[in-house]
Each structure stands twice: as C-alpha cells, then as structure tokens.
C-alpha cells in the first residue's frame, strides 16, 4: 500500500477560488489485479478520483437542505452500515472510503426517482468524458430535481459536478480494496453489486459493468430501480442504505453551499490511524500456532458466488505473511481481492484452494480483522439468494491455516 502518492490535481471549484483536489491514493492503493485501477488505464475520458468530488458531493446536500460534512464523516457512515470490507477503520481508511462514497453519491444522488434508470448513468459519464458540458447539463436539466441544474450554475458547481461525473470508481483499487461492501440489498446481489452502477463497459454504453469492463455485474440486474436509486441517495442524506431518502430534495429550501477545509497533502500525512471499532462477528475455524481465525461470509447469487473471508489475528504480535488452504466443488473465476488464489483441480473434479494475503491483505495488525475475499462459478442456478456460508463453499474438511 502506497500513503505517499503526492498527486494532486489543480482546479477551479465554485466561488472563483483555486484548490488544491487531493487524488484517493494519497490515502493507499490497492490495485491487486485488477489492473483497470491503474492510472494508465483512465482510458476514453476516465479520470482520478479527488477531492473536487466533495465539494460536488457537499453542492448536492445544500441542495438537499443539509450541512456539509468531511470525508471523514461520510467514511464513518460507510463503516457503520456495512458498505466496507472490514468491519473496522484502519490508517487513512476513513478518508478513502468517504471520499469514495461522496464521489458515489455526487454522481448519482441528485437524479429524481421518477426519472431514474440505470442507463442514465452511461449517457451522463459518457457525455461527460466524451462530449460536452452543454450536453451534460441539457440531460441533467431533464432527469432532476426540479431546480438542481439551475442550483449548480448559480452556485458555481457546475464545474465540480461534471468533473465528478468523470472519475472512475475503480481508480486507486479503493473499490475492491476497501468499499466493497457485504450488506444483503435485494434479489442476491449486495451492495458491492449496486455499486457497480456507475461502471461502465469499455464503449461506455453500459452501466451495471463488471471489474474487466467486459460483462455486467450479474446480481445487480435483477435489483429494482427504486432501491437502486435509494442506495444511492443514503450517501448523501447519510441515512439507511435499504431505506427511503432525500424524501424532500427539491422542496426543501436549499442551503448556501459551504465546504469543510480540505486539508493539504502534508496535512494529510500528519493524520494518525482511526481508532473506529464496529462489532465483528464470532469465528468459525482457529489455529492456536499461528493465532489466526478465519470466518466465511457472502452471497450466493446465480450460477456464482462471492466469498468474504473474515482473517483475524488473534495474537499479540503482527503477522507479515499468513496462507489458509481448504477444498471447494467451486471454479475460482479469476477475480480476488487481498489475497493470492492458487486452484487446482483434483481427481472427482472439487479443487484445492490455497489462498495467501497480498498486497493490502498481506499484513495483519494484532487484533485486527480484515475482509478479504474471491469470486467462483458454482452452476447453481435455483435457491441462490442466500448468504454464503462455510459449508456451502467448503467440500467437506474445514479452512486449514499454513
């Protein structure tokens, strides 16, 4: 992981002033192989992520009637609903996943839910990073809350809100690496699913697009748009994630815009580890060497699965390195966050998992629980809108630590 990024990217954001945007790796990276995080893969207009995405983020609340907020808070929210891969904040993970979920919600939140479909999440990127910012607020002009547009050029947002609209969520691997989150949303997908929205295929005609930009995110298909649509509007009212929101955007009396300080690069650096603790459930397997308990959750979805493995570290020293290894009738998919997945076929045709941190999920504080998972095809097309558990994905015996 990479704290030291010094990229930051120079704009003009509302009120004629000149800042300083903060690009999310300046918090870590976490690319593991998902190479379309990389920065030399913002291909046809795709941008970084940064901190210009809360001042839209914090535009779209004053419309809202409500007060600006900080990364910070918007990361706390994140962790508290389950919307992360680990249950607890470590390091710089509360400015990441905040500024990570403003960008989110300032991307979609605004659209009216009448309006609303998944589509419009294409058109918008797309034309923002291919066409023009007439065309852009034509649409939006369109599609919102009766005023918004009007709100964004008299306020001097309209610059933030279409560079928003240009930032690729799966820049810096904050995505995979730290906001991909659990939380069961409806007909077996989860909210990493729904976050998929605003991932658009490589001609970017496509929302609801996988890592590869290649294919859809299967269980968000199925997802209604009212609950879509809802999702999306909880980052910005900081509410329920499977709860009504914003039930007042566009009668409420919009709120003069204002910005908590964005602070500089250097200030950044001095800010110590968060101390966050969110309860974490108990544990399944355990190894009294090592100090290591492994926990199996996820979701079961058509002819797949995600798989979160819960790795905590028991003991009262840090481990470096750490392997877990167990048998699954599953075909690993080749898509893993955290860790390293070596499968290999064996007589009967189950697999042999051996599975070792990498990268992010590599080291292990003591005391800490980290959230690191894989993709598999199971073939299982009947009853699949059901949590994952150890003896769904095990083939019989149980998680060995190595």
């Known amino acids: 992981m990479d704290n ?14 000149s800042s300083d945007f903060i690009d999310i790796t300046h ?5 593991g192989s998902n190479h379309n995080s990389e920065h030399n893969e913002l291909v046809g207009g795709r941008t970084p992520i940064t901190t210009e995405a809360l001042v839209a983020y914090n535009g779209l609340r004053a419309f809202a009637g409500l007060n600006a907020v900080a990364i910070e808070d918007i990361g706390r929210w994140a962790f508290a609903e389950g919307l992360t891969n680990n249950a607890k ?7 990441g996943v905040g500024l990570w979920y403003a960008m989110q919600g300032a991307k979609v939140g605004w659209i009216a839910d009448s309006s609303f479909k998944p589509e419009l999440l294409a058109d918008l990127q797309r034309t923002a990073r291919l066409g023009s910012s007439d065309a852009v607020m034509a649409m939006v002009q ?26 690729e969520p799966h820049y810096g691997g904050w995505m995979h ?3 991909h989150g659990f939380l069961p949303i ?16 490589w001609d970017q005609r496509q929302p609801f697009m996988n890592d590869t930009f290649d294919w859809p995110q299967w269980p968000a298909l199925n997802v209604s748009d009212n609950t879509v649509i809802n999702y999306f509007q909880s980052m910005v009212a900081l509410g329920g994630p499977l709860e009504s929101n914003l039930n007042s955007l566009g009668t409420s009396v919009p709120a003069t815009p204002t910005q908590p300080d964005i602070p500089s690069p250097n200030e950044v650096a001095k800010v110590g580890a ?6 974490v459930s108990s544990t399944n397997n355990s190894d009294a060497i090592t100090g290591i308990e492994v926990e199996v959750r996820g979701q079961l979805w058509w002819g797949g699965l995600t798989a979160s493995l819960a790795v905590t570290n028991t003991s009262d020293q840090a481990l470096d390195k750490w392997g877990v290894e167990f048998l699954s009738d599953h075909r690993f998919n080749g898509e893993a966050w955290g860790v390293n997945v070596n499968s290999q076929v064996r007589e009967g045709g189950s697999y042999r998992y051996e599975i070792s941190g990498v990268d992010w999920g590599q ?7 980290i959230d690191v998972g894989f993709n598999a095809l199971t073939g299982i097309t009947d009853n699949v809108n059901i949590p994952l558990t150890e003896q769904l994905l095990l083939a019989g015996g149980s998680i060995t630590v190595v």
């Open 4 to 17: 030291t990024h010094p990229a930051a990217t120079r704009h003009t954001h509302y009120g004629g002033t």
């Open 27 to 31: 918090w870590g990276s976490f690319h």
């Open 89 to 95: 904040a470590w390091g710089n993970d509360l400015q």
């Open 142 to 167: 369109e599609v919102s809350h009766d005023g918004f547009a009007e709100f964004l050029i008299s306020e001097g947002l309209q610059e933030a809100f279409i560079n928003t609209l240009k930032m």
């Open 177 to 179: 690496g730290r906001t």
């Open 186 to 201: 409806e007909s077996g997908a989860i909210a990493h699913d729904i976050n998929h929205l605003t991932v658009l295929g």
């Open 274 to 279: 968060t101390d966050q603790t969110i309860p």
């Open 363 to 369: 080291s292990i504080a003591p005391g800490q629980t």
